[in-house]
């Protein structure tokens, strides 16, 4: 199972079980400098999708840059984090789902 870390940002779920039988949808809003914190996707994928602003997705040794109109996704058992490196806020759609066997 994942959870969404919080260090501060606003942070709620959209859509989870039981009105789905396994997605999470859920928004995440965070202000300049804050991060989500690290945590892994364990056995599911994520897709996020960047409505505003713009950071940085740290995953797999790496930092991939995020902006408004990115999509990024991310596999299984990765360990990530997502943090708001603009001057402004920063909101994004995260969707998850289990991997396929």
Do not use: F, W
């Amino acid at each position: 199972m994942i959870k969404v870390l919080r260090t501060g940002p606003s942070s709620r779920e959209l859509l989870s079980r039981p009105a789905t039988r396994a997605v999470r949808v859920g928004l995440t809003y965070l202000l300049p400098g804050q991060n989500v914190g690290k945590h892994t996707t364990g056995q599911n994928e994520e897709v996020i999708v960047v409505l505003r602003g713009r950071g940085v997705l740290k995953a797999d040794g790496g930092e991939h840059e995020l902006s408004e109109g990115c999509v990024a996704y991310i596999g299984p058992e990765t360990e990530h984090d997502v943090q708001n490196t603009g001057d402004g806020p920063m909101a994004y759609i995260y969707i998850v789902t289990p991997a396929a066997q």
